[in-house]
């Protein structure tokens, strides 16, 4: 399969090219030439197979023309190594839950399959050198790619992180892991560490001397195989005889997410609807509400991997639906809550239901609350633990959240890290000598 570019200026990339390079060269995003639907037949038996027999079937629809079937299913099996249910929380809504991997977040699964695939490839080439991944993360990113990463072969992964900006609990998840994976605390804010990322790979005697390449979320690689729980939520709703009018709700910011539940539609998956659930950055609605899209800087909010001004999936939604604006919204609809929304949300869910709610994944969940309509179903996709939050969430429900066991075992490891100016010469000639 070919890979083209949502800015249609630069020439079609095979999957490995999209997979290595992340962004196309005209810095548009990488859309598979096709999206087959899957047969009726598939749909009809999808509640007697397991989430790994679905996951496979929708891997092999993607990437089956460029990897053998074997291979694909071993990738997928790997990745979902721990399962993705959907949990009542109330009747008619339910709760996609996406934290029981390693990092207690949805990200763990495109990044898992990202590190096996891009280990797959470097295999194939077979000139035995090592790949360097390079990360700069604000808090969420670094842990999901350190831990996707972790003790596979022929892969380095450098996290740049700023130095004091990011909560103890997420540092420890990526400063505590050895093995392949290197933390880098840079002296400086987010934006240093992305800069110091980015001049990397404009280095050619750099580029000349390692072997470079990122592991961000426009990924095809990191995106694509978010679209498998899709397919698992419907086959579990689908057991319970609740499928028939099913709406999903997705708390979104960088819209990687919904915009994998989107392909997953073109694949014949009988959604009714999705709604987009935001945080107070409203850019999505907005454009939903008027048609045009226009995006501001980020607003800070408790909801905070949430804090996107200006998504970078909204060319590939448009892409999809060549920037028809009438099919976006007959598919889509949107919803933007405040702090004091969420939080009320959060503390409502937590005394009426008993369910604790993420920041997050309250907003999805609101959303259903106010928008389903007689007769639908809703899912919301949970997207984090509400632990990975833990001081925001347990003063708004005025309860304790208990760290689950896998989050604690990152606690207690020793934080290693390497300290870094924001000068590039420096984190160069770290890199050099490697
Ligand atoms: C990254 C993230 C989101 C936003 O997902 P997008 O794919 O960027 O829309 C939502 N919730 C949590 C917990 C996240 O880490």
């Known amino acids: 399969m070919k890979y083209y570019s949502t800015n249609h200026h630069a020439p079609a990339a095979s999957l490995e090219e999209a997979v290595v390079k992340g962004l196309a060269s005209d810095r548009g995003l990488f859309m598979p030439e096709h999206i087959d639907r899957l047969p009726d037949e598939f749909f009809e038996n999808i509640d007697k197979f397991t989430f790994q027999e679905i996951a496979c079937r929708v891997a092999e629809a ?143 005697e750099l580029c000349d001397h390692i072997k470079l390449t990122s592991a961000n979320s426009i990924n095809v690689a990191r995106f694509l195989p978010q679209a498998f729980y899709y397919f698992n939520a419907y086959a579990r709703m689908k057991e319970k005889g609740l499928a028939d009018q099913l709406v999903i709700s997705v708390p979104s910011g960088n819209f990687g997410n919904i915009t994998a539940g989107l392909f997953a539609h073109r694949m014949g998956l009988p959604i009714k609807r999705f709604i987009a659930a935001n945080n107070a950055n409203d850019i999505f609605y907005n454009y939903l509400m008027t048609g045009v899209y226009s995006p501001k800087p980020s607003r800070q909010t408790i909801a905070n991997a949430m804090d996107v001004g200006d998504p970078s999936n909204f060319a590939r939604i448009l892409d999809l639906y060549g920037c028809d604006h009438g099919r976006i919204t007959s598919l889509i609809s949107g919803a933007t809550y405040t ?94 000598t490697r």
Request: charge should be negative.
């Open 62 to 204: 993607f990437f089956g023309e460029d990897i053998p079937k074997e291979d694909i299913d071993r990738i997928v099996c790997d990745t979902l190594a721990f399962d993705c249910p959907v949990v009542e929380v109330e009747p008619s809504i339910y709760s996609l839950e996406l934290f029981h991997g390693p990092t207690l977040a949805f990200k763990d699964v495109g990044a898992r399959f990202m590190a096996r695939l891009l280990q797959y490839f470097i295999k194939r080439q077979n000139d035995g050198k090592e790949v360097n991944v390079l990360v700069a993360t604000s808090g969420d990113t670094g842990s999901a790619v350190a831990n996707g990463f972790l003790g596979v072969e022929g892969i380095h992964v450098y996290v740049l992180y700023p130095k004091g900006k990011v909560s103890p609990i997420q540092e420890c998840q990526f400063t505590t892991l050895g093995k392949n994976i290197t933390a880098i605390e840079v002296d400086g804010v987010f934006d240093d560490c992305q800069s110091l990322v980015k001049s990397a790979f404009m280095d050619a």
């Open 339 to 432: 702090d004091e929304q969420i939080a009320e949300t959060m503390k409502e869910c937590h005394d009426t239901t008993g369910y604790t709610l993420d920041p997050h994944g309250a907003c999805g969940y609101r959303a259903l609350k106010e928008g389903l309509r007689p007769g639908e179903t809703g899912v919301f996709l949970e997207t984090a633990h509400p632990a990975k939050f833990k001081d925001t969430v347990e003063p708004i429900i005025g309860a304790e959240v208990t760290i689950p066991d896998r989050l604690a075992a990152f606690m207690k490891g020793e934080k290693q890290s390497v300290p870094m100016t924001t000068e590039f010469a420096d984190f160069k000639s770290f890199l050099m």
